[in-house]
Antibody, heavy 117, light 106 residues
């Protein structure tokens, strides 16, 4: 069974930093591209970042480019998202999501990030 | 850009419902459908417009190509009342989602 478990969310002040983690199990983690997708209070879904299986290629949404960094440790079956210079508009539930079949085929349960003073 | 319609829909158990998704340009068949229940993560139902993910009930089906796509749920079950989102995979990597359709019980 594919399982993705996010952690690291919380309340942070504007301008602050946070690191999200996602532990994967039930599949060969190193074989899959992985993503972060977020869902803000307005409930829309927004793709944030992706990383390839070998961890040598990354892409970002324009809204987070230069502030967020996606990375992975295939030996630990773990995906990360380092978030810096956080803004109020970054407040959202952040999902760790596997990529397959040209789609987001499995999602974690999400971790809530709240940016507020 | 993905435009879903309707934004909300009322139906009864046993009904057949259709949700539409329109792309602002051709996305071939690179369109996926997700179901999300309150407080839960989205779940993939249909990928590449019409392929049913393993384990998803056959009452769910998808069709379309180019710019117009539909998700059909035949014989609505109580557990099908949820939010549904479309998502395009054509504009790699800037994948975008529709705004969602709230399917509620009449």
């Amino acid at each position: 069974e594919v399982v993705l478990v996010e952690s690291g969310g919380g309340v942070v002040q504007p301008g602050g930093s946070l690191r999200l983690s996602c532990e994967a199990s039930g599949f060969i983690f190193r074989s899959y591209w992985m993503n972060w997708v977020r869902q803000g209070p307005e409930k829309g879904l927004v793709w944030v970042a992706r990383i390839n299986s070998d961890a040598d290629m990354t892409d970002y949404a324009d809204s987070v480019k230069g502030r967020f960094t996606i990375s992975r440790d295939n030996a630990r079956n773990t995906l990360y998202l380092d978030m810096n210079s956080l803004r109020a508009e970054d407040t959202a539930v952040y999902y760790c999501v596997r990529w397959a079949h040209w789609a987001f085929d499995f999602w974690g349960q999400g971790t809530l990030v709240t940016v507020s003073s | 850009q993905m435009t879903q319609s309707p934004s909300s829909l009322s139906a009864s158990v046993g009904d057949r419902v259709t949700i539409s998704c329109r792309a602002s340009q051709s996305i071939r068949n690179l369109l996926n459908w997700y179901q999300q229940k309150p407080g839960k993560a989205p779940k993939l139902l249909i990928y590449t417009a019409s392929s049913l993910l393993s384990g998803v009930p056959s009452r769910f089906s998808g069709s379309g190509s180019g710019t117009n796509f539909t998700l059909t749920i035949s014989d609505l079950h109580p557990e099908d009342f949820a939010n549904y989102f479309c998502q395009q995979s054509y504009s790699t990597p800037h994948y975008t989602f529709g705004q969602g359709t709230n399917l509620e019980m009449k």
